[in-house]
């Protein structure tokens, strides 16, 4: 898992009691920041739920033009326990190191 997938998914796990989800604008997006491909990158993978605005959770998108920030993102039960997992892992000294290096910016 990368420093920005994990940041994400811990975001959405502190705003998980808002049901109709929240905006990348919500869990430190702005303008050109990675937030809104790694929250839709990790709804790909089905750790986060997305949403288009005027339809509901696990609807198909539409075919029709949406704005920028009409989508919403959930945390999915799949990704709290891989975030938890994740966690476990990096306080435990004893866990074998990442696939992936961890990024020092």
């Not at 993102?73 to 326990?81: A, F, Q």
Request: aromatic share 8%.
């Amino acid at each position: 898992m990368t420093e920005n997938q994990r940041e994400v998914l811990r975001s959405l796990y502190l705003l998980r009691d808002r049901d109709q989800g929240v905006t990348p604008m919500n869990f430190g997006g702005s303008d050109g920041s990675h937030h809104s491909a790694t929250a839709s990158r990790l709804a790909d993978k089905g750790l986060v739920d997305k949403c288009y605005a005027g339809q509901g959770w696990g609807e198909p998108r539409s075919n029709y033009f949406r704005a920028r920030g009409s989508c919403f993102y959930r945390i999915s039960e799949t990704g709290i326990r891989a975030l938890e997992t994740n966690e476990a892992q990096r306080l435990d000294p004893e866990s074998p190191p990442s696939q992936h290096s961890e990024r020092t910016t």
